[in-house]
């Protein structure tokens, strides 16, 4: 079955105690942001209405910019927040985020970073893991279909022999992980990166992927001759 390619695409229980890794620690940067006048400033009455106005909107742009630089997940560069101290935290997957949207939304953050769901059939499928941290976590050989993981951060995990049919991978960073052998059947991949990823033997039948998005993927040489077909890689 062919892929199929979007132009234009926008996005719409009981557990065994899991097996922790030693993690790397992660810092966190603090940023505040004062606008005022000083000695320095002309007199807002000699100004007028309009130059309030201006440096209003001029503050409010640098506040926008560093507000978003220091935030705990930024495209640039993904600094994370610390690793969550919650004794429980791996057995959040298997709950996931109730509220969970396509958007990313969730009720409660799930940090599942260096937890090992390896060979799951069961905890995972058909669960919502909007915007869940998921680097350095194991989750090969487990079943996934059916899943949301919208604006994901997967970077470095391994998700060998994973079945992700019918799952909404929307925006996920899948930058380094392992995925040999993942099954993307009917999958939705809008805006997912796979930079440096491994994608030896995994299958795209009928992934749904936009143009772009496609492009970007097709880049990566991972792929096999079979995948590349069933993608449409040029």
Known sequence: MATITLHSLHSPS???KLRHRIPTPKSRSHVSVQCSA???MPNSSECGPS???LRNVACGMLAA???TAASPVVAANQRLPPLSTDPDRCERAFVGNTIGQANGVYDKAIDLRFCDYTNDKSNLKGKSLAAALMSEAKFDGADMSEVVMSKAYAVGASFKGVDFTNAVLD????GKADLKG???????????????????DAVFEDTIIGYIDLQKLCVNTSINEEGRAELGCR
Do not use: M
């Open 14 to 16: 009981s557990s065994s």
């Open 38 to 40: 000083n000695g320095n």
């Open 51 to 53: 130059f309030k106005g």
């Open 65 to 67: 910019c560093l507000v």
């Open 171 to 174: 925006r996920v960073n899948f």
């Open 182 to 200: 993942a099954i993307f059947r009917n999958t939705v991949l809008s805006g997912s990166t796979f930079d440096e990823a491994q994608l030896q």
